[in-house]
């Protein structure tokens, strides 16, 4: 190696060290050293790589061979002492801090203290041996920690006033999540200028949970060792528990600047970044972490959580496949599994993955509900699950979880059918979402007078809708951060009276605190379309196309059906006009269907194809988040192609911003529902662009929507009652152009004169069905 070549291999060595990139910057420096055996710089830097590394006798050797080769640097000396104290020699070390290079460096003050301080414990019986301190750190660092528990605790029986043993069993009990209370505070109060001493007690505060006591010890390891990257994570995981996100992320970002190949810093950040609704960033950091660790488990599943919400089921399955690798018997990873197969359209394949989940952890209501959701969706009618049978037993695993009876007794004084009203909304979707945007328009049209109204937010990501939302209540409540206890007292310190679910088994439920009744009267709202299957719930509200005479027995909860629909859309806040029918200009017909793909089953492929081998000249547009996946868009094109439909006749688009989602109705003639699970928000969206849907007729709630709404929207004549039917309707509605661009000009203002967009109306009765309810409740006390 040629002295040009050597000098700019130690300086990338150099750099990668500065930058924390310890393994790569030590391998160079070995390159170094094998061309020119005797380096000093190189043997300094291996040495100090290796301290950093906790191979403080290895260390050791490589620095006093350094400091052999320049005597005359002090800050190797200054190194080597720190290695010789690790070592358990503070004689030595104090020796070499007092050769002259090193004593006049000011950073030679604290460690010629530390050394005498040492040498005096040492002398006097207080500090083990360098063999037996060896032996337990070569335990302690090779992660064998039961047995350096063993080690330490004979160390500390035979010298009680040793920091280092006490340290080490605080450590290694901390690293077996084991109690170390009693030993961490000895550590520390033994080592009060010892950064890892005050490191493993901050650690066992946060063991209890006693978080501001974390972060003040946290803060003083860090003052004590500013580049101590393990400190700035926890004292980040301790800012996040305290409510601090901005502090805790900076935090975060503390750690991997002091160490860039910190996967468990990285993963820390994606967290906080995907909670502020950043994916895309948080995205960045997973990746980064799995650079670092091609299989660490928690990078993988965070990756799949943030992979899904992008679009990118795919990608996310292969994530939740590569993390049960590693960890077959996790229930989490096999619930998020099934909600990848979900979203990629293979329900069988999600309830399976989501029974799994169940095998391993039998109380696991998240994935027991995702279940349900998917089984009454997308599997209704198949028969292969018993929808009732299930739900119940959702609601009877629940009800078992109750610490406690619901206070009737106390409720009774309340039975006042004329009472002024509290009513509580519960939903994790206060924010540009579906359920906002069937929500807004009939808050401010809701007679207040004796009834107020409470939010109970289950979702700290806030936005512009939640800021319109939050004037529409008379008390707003953040309970995402509390448990069920915490927000079973919140609902019942605020006396309500009717508590409204808006979730149903939908991300960000909260039926767990329905389950403990903490209001008199319960209902489920908006947000579902099936039982969410406890008993507690008093009521859903419907109307009476999706809670027809004769189907009550598929809901644990009591009907309620509203005069008109059960929905009232609230027009989007944008100038977009749904311009001319594109079949005019076209000469044929254009399909769309903005559907989450997850609806789009076999049956419903099988459907469209016939419809487009009936129309050869039609075309189909299908827009939804999952096309963002190359694999899912390959996918869909094959499935259609198994029915001779030719690639050129799909048009597929990814997701886009709401406005742009709006504006891609102008280039769609009719709309297809899918089945047995339409559309709700998409077919509302579709009239107010001015596009008629085309619905199936179901057999259960949810595959009743689409009759509902346009029944409502006076479009009784779109509705289909079988799926020869279906083809009929759709090629005869698509043979008349004129008819239809009459209809797309009129289709706005007729929706927005239905009782769909009448506010006022709906909120009356919404209002009226309140009361209704507790009238009841009343009667029956």
Not at 109 to 132: D, T
Not at 519 to 540: E, H, I, K
Not at 695 to 705: A, C, M, S, W
Request: charged share 25%; glycine share 8%; with cysteine.
């Amino acid at each position: 190696m040629f002295k040009l070549n050597l000098e700019a291999a130690f300086a990338q060595a150099l750099a990668l060290q500065r930058a924390g990139h310890l393994n790569e910057a030590s391998r160079i420096y070995r390159e170094v050293l094998a061309a020119q055996p005797g380096h000093p710089a190189a043997l300094h830097n291996l040495g100090a790589v290796a301290l950093q590394g906790g191979e403080a006798e290895q260390a050791r050797r490589l620095l006093e061979a350094a400091a052999a080769a320049l005597p005359e640097r002090g800050e190797y000396r200054l190194t080597l002492a720190e290695a010789l104290l690790q070592c358990g020699e503070p004689q030595a070390a104090g020796d070499t801090l007092q050769a002259a290079p090193a004593r006049a460096l000011p950073a030679a003050v604290a460690l010629r203290a530390r050394a005498a301080a040492a040498a005096e414990n040492a002398a006097l019986g207080r500090e083990p041996p360098a063999e037996s301190a060896q032996a337990l750190l070569a335990a302690y660092n090779a992660g064998r920690y039961d047995e350096a528990e063993v080690i330490a605790r004979q160390l500390v029986a035979a010298f009680p006033a040793s920091g280092f043993a006490w340290k080490v069993l605080a450590a290694a009990r901390l690293s077996q999540g084991r109690e170390a209370t009693a030993v961490a505070e000895r550590a520390a109060a033994l080592l009060p200028e010892d950064a890892e001493a005050h490191f493993a007690l901050a650690r066992e505060r946060q063991r209890e949970g006693r978080w501001p006591a974390a972060e003040s010890g946290l803060r003083r390891a860090i003052a004590l060792r500013p580049a101590f990257a393990e400190a700035h994570l926890n004292l980040g995981i301790a800012l996040k528990a305290l409510g601090r996100a901005d502090e805790a992320l900076a935090s975060f970002r503390a750690a991997i600047a002091v160490q860039p190949d910190f996967a468990d810093g990285h993963i820390n950040e994606g967290v906080m970044l995907y909670e502020a609704a950043q994916p895309a960033a948080a995205l960045a950091c997973f990746r980064a972490a799995l650079a670092l660790r091609p299989d660490y488990f928690e990078a993988l599943t965070n990756l799949g959580r943030t992979l899904l919400d992008l679009g990118l089921c795919g990608e996310a399955e292969s994530c939740y496949r590569r993390a049960l690798a590693q960890r077959p018997d996790e229930p989490r990873a096999h619930c998020d599994l099934g909600n990848a197969l979900y979203l990629a359209g293979n329900p069988v394949a999600a309830v399976q993955a989501y029974r799994r989940a169940l095998s391993l952890k039998p109380d696991f209501h998240e994935a027991h509900g995702n279940l349900l959701m998917i089984a009454n969706g997308y599997l209704a009618e198949d028969g292969a699950i018993d929808l009732a049978a299930e739900s119940r037993a959702y609601g009877e695993r629940l009800a078992r979880l109750v610490p406690r009876p619901p206070a009737e007794a106390a409720w009774r004084g309340r039975a006042d059918p004329e009472k002024p009203l509290r009513v509580g909304l519960v939903s994790a979707d206060f924010r540009a979402h579906p359920v906002s945007f069937f929500l807004e328009s009939v808050l401010a049209a809701l007679p207040r007078e004796g009834i107020a109204l409470y939010a109970y937010s289950n979702n700290v990501v806030e936005d512009e809708a939640t800021a319109r939302l939050k004037g529409r209540f008379d008390h707003w409540r953040t309970i995402a951060a509390l448990d069920d206890d915490g927000a079973e007292a919140a609902v019942r310190g605020d006396g309500i009276d009717l508590l409204v679910d808006l979730s149903g088994h939908t991300s960000g439920h909260r039926l767990p605190l329905f389950a403990r009744k903490p209001a008199p009267l319960q209902a489920a709202w908006l947000g579902y379309f099936a039982s969410t299957g406890l008993a507690a719930m008093d009521y859903v509200l419907g109307d009476r196309r999706v809670l027809p005479e004769g189907e009550e027995g598929h809901f644990v909860e009591r009907p309620w059906r509203l005069p008109d629909s059960y929905l009232c859309f609230t027009p989007p806040p944008f100038d977009l006009a749904p311009g001319p029918l594109p079949a005019l200009e076209r000469g044929s017909i254009t399909f769309g269907s903005f559907n989450n793909l997850a609806k789009v089953n076999d049956r419903v492929v099988a459907l469209w194809a016939r419809l487009l081998q009936a129309l050869p000249a039609a075309r189909l547009v299908l827009k939804t988040p999952q096309l963002n996946d190359a694999t899912l868009r390959a996918g869909l094109r094959a499935r259609f192609a198994g029915h001779g439909i030719a690639a050129e006749r799909l048009i597929l688009l990814e997701r886009s911003p709401r406005a742009e989602l709006l504006a891609a109705y102008r280039s769609v003639d009719i709309a297809l529902d899918p089945f047995p699970y339409p559309g709700g928000t998409t077919s509302l969206e579709a009239l107010w662009m001015g596009v008629p849907v085309l619905t199936l007729r179901g057999r259960r709630f949810v595959g009743h929507v689409g009759e509902s709404i346009l029944h409502t929207a006076g479009l009784a004549d779109w509705v289909a009652q079988d799926e020869d039917d279906y083809l009929r309707r759709a090629a005869a509605f698509a043979a008349d152009l004129p008819a239809l661009a009459a209809l797309r000009a009129q289709l706005r203002p007729q929706l927005l004169a239905s009782p769909l967009c009448d506010a006022p109306r709906f909120a009356r009765h919404l209002a009226e069905a309140w009361r209704g309810m507790w009238r009841e409740w009343c009667a029956r006390q």
